[in-house]
């Protein structure tokens, strides 16, 4: 490919005086409008560069081009969808961990408020005795950056079905439900549509951190 400069005299295409193809030197030419109104080019495509399979490889190339591109630009415009995706992912596997008492996946996916020390955690953990019969959930809110809230109505062996609200928390680049509230908070619901028992972010990464 070659694309022509404007001279003043003989000899060569102006770039921006013609406006119709022409053949130049053997040469296919076409002319085409630029971004500028008052300005045009003409470029002269080489016979061997108008083949099928030179043509196939570029419109091969470009399609995988807006593919990519278009992958990442709805990953970047959907951050909150992504989000949520990998959180229910999460609140899945608690659900899975809770009812099975697999105590090392509940503390992979969970922060308790009663025992922030993780040791702790684990060890009253091991000592709980009941049955989780549901975690379900029914909606999910996002707080602000790195919190979410999480609507589940759960069920255990002591405890008739309750909705309950679970700040899902953003700690280091992972996703954590924290549980532990008191249950007498959750009375305090009503048709409320702000919780009380969801604080912001700041204050569950102090306690954690």
């Keep these: 490919m070659a ?3 404007t001279r003043p005299t003989g000899g060569h295409d102006l770039i921006g005086t013609s406006s119709c193809p022409k ?3 053997g040469k296919k030419s076409r002319t085409f409008q630029s971004i500028f109104p008052s300005f045009r080019y003409t470029i002269f495509l080489r016979g061997d560069i108008l083949r ?8 091969i190339f470009l399609l995988l081009v807006i593919g990519v591109g278009g992958t990442v630009i709805y990953a970047n415009s959907h951050p909150t969808e992504n989000e ?9 596997k608690y659900e899975r961990a809770a009812k099975n008492h697999d105590v090392n996946n509940m503390i ?26 549901k975690f ?7 707080i602000e950056t790195d919190l979410y809230k999480a609507t589940v109505l759960v069920q255990t062996e002591s405890l008739e079905e309750t909705q309950m609200e679970l700040p899902v928390l953003n ?8 549980v532990g509230q008191d249950i007498d908070d959750y009375e ?4 409320s549509p702000t919780s009380p028992t969801i604080k912001p972010a700041e204050f569950y990464k102090k306690i954690f951190s």
Excluded: C, H
Excluded at 52 to 59: G, Q
């Design 136 to 142: 379900d959930t029914v909606a999910l809110e996002k």
């Design 108 to 133: 992979k996916f969970s922060l308790d408020l009663s025992w922030p020390n993780q040791k702790q955690f684990e060890e009253n953990l091991k000592k709980l005795n009941e049955d989780v019969l």
């Design 171 to 178: 700690l280091n680049g992972q996703w954590k439900i924290i």
């Design 84 to 92: 949520q995706t990998s959180i229910r992912s999460i609140l899945k």
């Design 188 to 191: 305090k619901l009503g048709d």
């Design 52 to 59: 099928k399979p030179y043509l196939m490889t570029v419109l």
């Design 3 to 5: 694309i022509m400069t």
């Design 23 to 25: 053949q130049v030197m």
